[in-house]
């Protein structure tokens, strides 16, 4: 068995406005615009559990 941890540093957009719920700004056409977003840096932790299939497989074998 194996147990790792470490952080992952990845980006993603974060909403700006308008938020959930509200209208949609207007472009000067008075068409509905995109909603506006930004790129934000985000560090994400994790932990990591690994298993040796061989290992699963030489218990089952002994166990019969």
Do not use: N
Request: charged residues 20%; glycine residues 8%.
């Amino acid at each position: 068995m194996d147990v790792s941890f470490g952080a992952r540093w990845h980006t993603r957009e974060r909403l700006i406005g308008p938020g959930v719920g509200q209208p949609a700004l207007l472009d000067d056409s008075g068409k509905p615009a995109q909603p506006v977003t930004q790129d934000e840096y985000v560090v994400s932790p994790f932990v990591s559990v690994t298993f040796s299939t061989d290992l699963v497989h030489r218990w089952i074998r002994r166990a019969f």
